[in-house]
C-alpha cells in the first residue's frame, strides 16, 4: 500500500537559495557553525571553483572534531580526487558512494536507480533541501561552461521537518554502513599521522539573506523504491488538481507521464493559467528530444511553453495559485519518478511562495523564449522524427530498469 502524503506542519523559517553563489556560501558557513555533526547527500559533489570551499569546509569540521558523513552517487561523482581522499581520510570525513557502477555500467539492471537528492543536515537543527548539487554555477564537471549562471534553487530550513531530513538521512547511511566492508585494519596507523597535517584554509562569514518563510507549514516528500514510489509525482497532481489560478513549474527535464500530463490539460480546461519553464539548452540527447514530443498535446489545451537558454536550467520548482510551492531535486521526468532517490521540500506560505513566483516570472520575462504552437507544429520532420527515437529509447532503458512510462 503506497505511503500517504506526509502532512504539512507549521513552525519553519525558510530561506530561498538561488544558485550555488548564493547556496555554496550559506552552506559553508553553516558546516563551518557546526557543533556536532553534518551530514551531506549530493548527486554531484565536484572540487572544481566554489565547490572545493564546501571541501574545505568539511575538512575543517572534522578537525576540531565533527562528525562529518558524506554521502555521493556513484554515478554522478567521479572518483575522489587522490589529494582529497588523503585529506579527508586525515580530518576524519566519512566519504561513502551510494551504487558505484558495476562491470556492465549503466546497461545493468537497476543501474539507474540512482541517489538524485541533494541534502545537508547541521547538528539536526539546520537542513538544506533543492536541485542544486555541489558545483559551481560556471562549471560543469569538464571545467568551465562559458555560460551565465544556472537557474536552480534550494531551502535551507529550520523547524520540524529537519527532523524527517535527519531521519531519511540515518536511515539512509546505517542501510550503506550494514553493506559495507570493515576497514582495513593496517589504516589506523597512517590515520593519526594524516590528522596532524593539512589544515584547511580559513572560512570566510557569508552573510545570510533575510527568511523568506517565516511561521511556515512545510513538509519533507520523498520518493523511492520501497514505501514513497510515487509520493513527490501525486503531490504534485493534488495541487494542481486544487489550483484555481496559475500553475507556474520550472523543470529541467520534463517528461510527464500520462497521469501528470492530464493534470495539467485539466487544469488548462477549467480556466488555470498554466505555464511551464523548461530547458531551452541542448544538453543530451534522450532529455532535450524527448521533452518536445510532448509539447503539442499541451500547447493545444492552452499551456503555454516557455524555453530557458540563457545558460542551463537545472531548477525543479513549482508555485501553485501564489501559496503552494515545491523546491527540491524531483524532475518531472521518468528517471525522477520512476527510479532516483529524490527529495522535495513542499510549502503552503503566502510569502515563501510569492518570493519564488517572483524570481520565475522575471526568468520568464526576461530569458524565456515562448514557444508558438503554430512553429511547433509546423516544425521539420528531421526534429519529429528525433522526438520519436528519443522517447522510444526512453521507454526502451525504462524496460530494461523494469518500468514502463506511459
Known amino acids: 500500500m503506497p505511503a500517504s502524503l506526509p502532512a504539512l506542519r507549521t513552525g519553519h523559517e525558510l530561506r530561498l537559495l538561488q544558485g550555488a553563489t548564493q547556496f555554496i556560501p550559506v552552506l559553508v558557513a553553516a558546516i563551518d557553525g557546526a557543533q556536532r555533526e553534518v551530514r551531506l ?50 580530518a576524519g570525513v566519512d566519504w561513502r558512494v551510494y551504487s558505484p557502477l558495476g562491470r556492465f555500467g549503466v546497461l545493468s539492471v537497476g543501474s539507474w536507480r540512482r541517489l538524485h537528492r541533494k541534502l545537508c543536515l547541521i547538528d539536526g537543527r539546520i537542513g538544506f533541501c533543492g536541485g542544486i548539487n555541489i558545483l ?35 536511515r539512509r547511511w546505517l542501510r550503506m554502513q550494514a553493506m559495507r566492508e570493515i576497514r582495513d585494519a593496517q589504516l589506523s596507523g597512517a590515520l593519526q599521522s594524516l590528522r596532524a597535517s593539512g589544515r584547511a584554509p580559513a572560512p570566510e562569514v557569508a552573510k545570510l539573506p533575510a527568511p523568506d518563510g517565516q511561521g511556515a507549514r512545510a513538509a519533507l516528500v520523498l520518493r523511492d523504491n520501497l514505501r514513497n514510489r510515487a509520493r513527490i509525482e501525486r503531490a504534485y497532481r493534488r495541487a494542481i488538481g486544487h489550483a484555481r489560478e496559475e500553475v507556474l513549474i520550472a523543470n529541467a527535464y520534463f517528461v510527464p507521464g500520462r497521469k501528470m500530463r492530464h493534470a495539467l490539460i485539466a487544469a488548462a480546461r477549467r480556466g488555470v493559467k498554466v505555464k511551464l519553464l523548461l530547458q531551452g539548452r541542448y544538453e543530451s540527447f534522450m532529455q532535450f528530444y524527448a521533452a518536445r514530443s510532448v509539447y503539442g498535446t499541451l500547447l493545444r489545451e492552452g499551456v503555454q511553453i516557455h524555453e530557458y537558454s540563457p545558460s542551463y536550467l537545472h531548477g525543479k520548482v513549482a508555485v501553485i495559485d501564489a501559496r503552494w510551492a515545491t523546491v527540491g531535486s524531483s524532475n518531472l521526468d521518468p528517471l525522477s519518478l520512476l527510479l532516483a532517490r529524490e527529495a522535495n521540500v513542499v510549502v503552503e506560505d503566502a510569502h515563501f511562495a510569492g518570493v519564488l513566483r517572483d524570481r520565475l516570472m522575471t526568468q520568464i520575462a526576461q530569458a524565456g523564449g515562448a514557444v508558438d504552437p503554430q512553429a511547433y ?7 519529429r522524427a528525433l522526438e520519436w527515437v528519443a522517447l522510444a529509447l526512453t521507454r526502451l532503458a525504462l524496460v530494461v530498469q523494469g518500468q514502463r512510462y506511459l
Open 377 to 383: 507544429m509546423n516544425r521539420p520532420i528531421t526534429h
Open 41 to 90: 547527500e549530493s548527486y554531484i559533489f565536484d572540487f572544481q571553483g566554489s565547490g572545493v570551499e564546501v571541501a574545505y569546509a568539511l575538512e575543517r569540521a572534522a578537525r576540531r572534531g565533527i562528525g562529518v558523513k558524506v554521502v555521493v552517487d556513484g554515478f554522478g561523482t567521479p572518483p575522489l580526487p587522490e589529494v582529497w581522499a588523503m585529506r579527508f581520510l586525515g
Open 136 to 170: 559551481d554555477d560556471l562549471y560543469d564537471q569538464a571545467g568551465p561552461t562559458n555560460l551565465p549562471p544556472r537557474l536552480d534553487f534550494s531551502v535551507q530550513v529550520t523547524g520540524p521537518l529537519v527532523g524527517q531530513i535527519e531521519e531519511t538521512m540515518q
